[in-house]
Nanobody
Framework: QVELVESGGGLVQPGGSLTLSCAVSGSFFQIVSLGWYRQAPGNQRELVATINSGHATNYADSAKGRFAISRDNAANTLSLQMNVLKPEDTAVYYC??????????????WGQGTQVTVSP
């Protein structure tokens, strides 16, 4: 069973910074890619950033220049450094992974989410 657990959310003032972390644990064969999504109240879940096993990254326009995604393949962890935070960044942030649990079984896995609130 594969488990993704996020940490690092909280309350921050506009213009501040926050780092989210995600730990992947359990029994699996290979992590193909990892990413962060977010969902604000009343909105659909949306992409923030993704990173593959070769560390190639992809960002939503709203995250470009402010957020940085990184991963540690040896430790099976994922991070999201968020800078110059804005009130519109307020959302529940979810860690997600495209993971082979076996050599032939490939699925999307999600964490439980961590709340980020940007407010004065």
């Amino acid at each position: 069973q594969v488990e993704l657990v996020e940490s690092g959310g909280g309350l921050v003032q506009p213009g501040g910074s926050l780092t989210l972390s995600c730990a992947v644990s359990g029994s699996f064969f290979q992590i193909v890619s990892l990413g962060w999504y977010r969902q604000a109240p009343g909105n659909q879940r949306e992409l923030v950033a993704t990173i593959n096993s070769g560390h190639a990254t992809n960002y939503a326009d709203s995250a470009k220049g402010r957020f940085a995604i990184s991963r540690d393949n040896a430790a099976n962890t994922l991070s999201l450094q968020m800078n110059v935070l804005k009130p519109e960044d307020t959302a529940v942030y979810y860690c997600t992974g495209k993971i082979y649990s076996t050599t032939i079984q490939f699925d999307d896995y999600w964490g439980q989410g961590t709340q980020v609130t940007v407010s004065p």
